[in-house]
């Protein structure tokens, strides 16, 4: 398993994170803070 997070700012503080499984498949973890 490969894990990348992104990580931008903006008004909200929010971060994104896509999760590489096996065989291509992907996930991605979308997160707001408020």
Not at 2 to 25: A, C, I, N, P, T
């Amino acid at each position: 398993m490969k894990v990348r997070v992104r990580r931008y700012k903006d008004q909200m503080g929010s971060f994104l994170m896509d999760v590489d499984l096996l065989e291509g498949k992907s996930i991605t973890l979308l997160r707001f803070m408020d």
